[in-house]
Every structure is written in C-alpha cells, then in structure tokens.
C-alpha cells in the first residue's frame, strides 16, 4: 500500500501491530515480532510508544526478535542495534526486557555458528514470527542479507557490502569504524514469518524498491526473494513508490 508519507503509514503498522498484540492477549498468547532498525521504523515505534503511553496498549505478552546486530560491537556502544531498540522502543514500554532478544555483537567469533543456531531455535520454540518488520538497503538487502544471500539461509554471520557501510558511515563518524561484518536472521527467517511488512520511505528508496518489487527474483537483490512469499507487504510513500 502507499501512503501520502510516513506519519500515516507509520501511524497504518504501528495501527495494525496493536491489533496484533491485543488480539493474542485476549487468546493469552504472545504475540511475536521481527522488529528492524535504522531510519525507517523509527516514526512506527514513536508511534507504538504514543499507543502504549495514550491507548493503554501493553507489550507484557510481546516477544521480540530483532534482525540483526552488527559484529563485532559492544551492546552499550552508541551504534549498537541494542542501544538503538532500547532508545526508541524498549525504554519506553511494559515489554519484559527478558523477551527480547537480539543477536549478540560481542560474541566470540567461533560461537556465532551455535548462537545462530540457537536464534532460530529460540524463534521456533516462541511459536515463529507472527510478523516481521523490514526496512531495505540500497544494495537491496533486508536484515543484513546482502546481495549473493541464499534464499533459505538462516540466522549468520554476513560480511557487509561496500555501499552498507558507507551509507552506515554518518551513524559511526567515518566509514573505517563500521564494522565489517553484522550478524542477521536469514532469508529463509524472514520468508517464515506469518506475515511480513517491508516499509520504505524517500525518492532515495524508489529504485531499490522498484528492483524488488518489479526485478527478477535474484541473489543480487535480495529483497527480490520477498516476491517468493504471498504474505508480504511493502507499505511505501509516494516517493518510494514513485517509480513503480
Ligand atoms: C540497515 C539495517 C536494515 C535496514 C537498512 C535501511 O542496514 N540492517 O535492517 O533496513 O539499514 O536503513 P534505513 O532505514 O536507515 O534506510
């Protein structure tokens, strides 16, 4: 679907993630989100924290699985997807920080192949993602599942493409502090989410989004491989749908 802008597409997901939890509240169950960081999704969790603070909207039965964290990189440092989820979501609702989980930057390399395996097992016990929140890179990327990503790889350790890190470079005051690889649920995660929402907004995104949407199902777009799933939906505003 495309909005006007991102204040009322942001307002339209945060809208039906409160459905969501509630409706599995009222079942006694939890409700499971793949949830997403950068720019994109910042307006839709001021907006799940307003219906928290405001609308009595409570995140005691919410388990969340973040996408992705970049590796290696101290949890409390000031670029960490932790830090980022904890300043503009967790911080400010009833979410038990103890059904929160994403993955681990610090961890030695060596573990990461068992902490991967552990992610997607922790997923699957949880009862699987009732939805997955994206954002898209411009190398087209969804998580940190860069272009030659296999369309059934899982929870991994990734190195991240020239174009992530320059594009990450603003956020880490130069491009030689990115780090060079992340740690993201796979393809084949994300594609097992009951329902999917990718959210892109700006002209910046409208080529990208074109290649995902209209593209040949590709390992060089990895967002292509959404077109495999009929439970996706990208919700854009005009200028990212601009090109379609
Ligand atoms: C990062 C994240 C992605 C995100 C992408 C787009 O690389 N790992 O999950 O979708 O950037 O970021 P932005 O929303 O800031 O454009």
């Known amino acids: 679907s495309v909005f006007p802008g991102m204040q009322a597409a942001s307002k339209e997901v945060a809208k039906r993630i409160d459905i969501l939890i509630r409706q599995k ?5 939890n409700a499971v989100l793949g949830l ?23 995140f005691k039965n919410v388990v969340i699985f973040n996408l992705d964290e970049y590796f290696p990189i101290e949890a409390s440092s000031a670029q960490s997807y932790k830090v980022f989820m904890q300043k503009h979501l967790f911080d400010h609702v009833d979410i038990n920080i103890n059904n929160v989980l994403i993955p681990d930057g610090m961890i030695r390399k060596e573990d990461v192949a068992l902490f991967s395996i552990g992610y997607e097992a922790k997923i699957i016990a949880s009862g699987g993602l009732d939805l997955q929140i994206l954002g898209i890179g411009r190398t087209g990327h969804i998580g940190f599942n860069e272009p030659g990503s296999a369309p059934n790889s899982g929870t991994r350790l990734v190195s991240l493409d020239e174009l992530t890190r ?19 649920m796979g393809i084949g995660t994300i594609l097992a989410a009951r329902k999917i929402i990718l959210m892109a907004w700006s002209e910046k995104k409208a080529e990208i989004v074109k290649k995902a949407i209209e593209g040949e199902i590709s390992a060089e777009i990895p967002a292509t491989y959404l077109q495999l799933s009929n439970s996706v939906e990208f919700v854009l505003d005009n200028d990212a749908a601009s090109l379609l």
């Open 36 to 58: 997403a960081t950068g720019a994109t999704p910042i307006m839709l969790y001021d907006e799940l924290v307003r219906l928290h603070k405001e609308e009595g909207l409570s």
């Open 25 to 29: 509240a009222a079942e006694g169950k």
């Open 166 to 184: 320059s594009d990450a470079a603003r956020d880490f005051g130069g491009k030689a502090n990115v780090p060079l690889k992340a740690i993201t």
